[in-house]
């Protein structure tokens, strides 16, 4: 994340929490409150973040290799593959730690681009509209590059969602592929930054490039993805590998896909149609998974399942956020907006969400207005 963009961010939280507080029936709900309930909780221990990051890349790349050795289509490959997969997926999910943490720990932002980064085609760059997520008039609206209203449309707009993962690793390849030819002419360059540049489910989203952007960071970063990508087609071709190497690594690349794509549908309702929201509805839009077991701990990996806590407050670092729901949990009151985004699994958030979306189906196929905001409440703590 640029200075600009972190600066922004960081000035939007100051707002926030002396905004007007949110009122939920009878309960005034303070973010300030709740910022000087978890106030122990910001300390960021960098140490956590680098053995977390190297131990997860020796584990993917490690149990990677074996997968790439393994039999194919046996059942010591396939195994590999989970582990692999879901492992590569983890550590691909520092991208969002790099988003945030911004210039506070650059060394490590540049490690992650060296071990996940470049390898699995994803430069942190790529992840510079997600402050757009977290501003409070860009939030579910047509400007935020990860929010779509699939809560309120028909269940075949989650179907197109899905459908899109096993063609992104071809994109992304073909993209980096194309990389040298961004470079021929500022206007063109302009035009892939800000339209083919960013990992987005809302293709509608084009990313506002500040002028003090590092573009020769970026330029940088592409470029090695360039040649990442030429290196794997050139080994298949010289005949170090057999074609059906690219196969694997594709396989390999759709379950990552898949596994993110399917964790952005627990992380919010996705009930609004493109308006602006309010800092309540946008918390009400968020979720917490009050589950523990080794599925949630696998599928939302460095926080993620605390969702809703992550927007209230978003310098929260990964490693406290466990913490810090605990303390919301005892010191809020059982009747605030906090509480009501604890849901007790994925599954029970998955299913709050088709059910939307029949409904929205139905309310559109007899010509009425799909259903408001509100939550239809299924598996609430």
């Known amino acids: 994340m640029s200075t600009t963009e972190l600066e922004d961010a960081k000035q939007l939280e100051i707002l926030t929490d002396s905004a007007v507080p949110v009122v939920s ?7 300030a409150d709740a910022r000087r309930i978890v106030e122990p909780c910001f300390a960021r ?8 990051l190297l131990v997860t890349a020796a584990i993917a790349y490690g149990f990677a290799s074996a997968y790439l050795r393994a039999p194919v289509f046996s059942l010591e490959q396939s195994i590999y593959l989970l582990i692999s997969g879901f492992a590569l997926y983890r550590a691909g999910c520092f991208i969002h730690e790099v988003a945030h943490v911004g210039d506070e720990m650059p060394w490590f932002r540049a490690t992650w681009n060296v071990l996940c980064g470049i390898p699995m085609l994803m430069p942190s760059f790529f992840l510079e509209s997600h402050v757009d997520h977290h501003k409070t008039d860009h939030y579910g609206t047509e400007r935020d590059g990860q929010y779509l209203p699939l809560g309120c449309s028909p269940g075949y707009r989650i179907l197109l969602l899905l459908a899109q993962v096993p063609l992104l690793p071809v994109c992304i390849f073909v993209r980096f592929l194309l990389s040298p030819l961004t470079f021929v002419h500022p206007r063109v360059r302009n035009w892939f930054l ?5 990992f987005v489910i ?5 990313l506002t490039i500040p002028p003090s952007a590092p573009r020769r960071v970026w330029a940088a970063l592409e470029l090695a993805c360039f040649v990442r990508a030429v290196v794997m087609l050139a080994v298949v071709v010289a005949g170090v590998y057999a074609p059906t190497r690219l196969v694997e690594i594709y396989v390999l690349a759709v379950l990552v896909v898949g596994l993110n794509y399917n964790r952005s549908l627990v992380a919010h309702h996705y009930r609004n149609r493109g308006d602006e929201m309010t800092p309540e509805q946008q918390l009400e839009d968020s979720v917490t998974i009050k589950g523990f077991g080794p599925v949630t701990a696998l599928f939302l990996p460095l926080g993620l399942r605390y969702h809703a806590l992550h927007h209230m407050l978003p310098t929260l670092p990964y490693h406290n956020l466990a913490w810090a729901h605990w303390r919301l949990m005892q010191q809020l009151p059982p009747e605030s907006p906090y509480h009501a985004t604890v849901y007790r699994s994925c599954w029970h958030v998955l299913a709050e969400l088709w059910a939307d979306a029949r ?4 309310a559109s196929g007899a010509g009425e207005s799909p259903r408001g905001p509100q939550s239809v409440g299924l598996g609430r703590m």
């Open 25 to 31: 029936g009878s309960t005034v709900f303070s973010i």
């Open 45 to 52: 221990e960098p140490h956590v973040y680098w053995v977390d």
């Open 194 to 198: 800000e339209h083919a540049s960013s």
């Open 202 to 206: 809302n293709f509608r989203h084009r």
């Open 359 to 362: 409904e929205a189906g139905a």
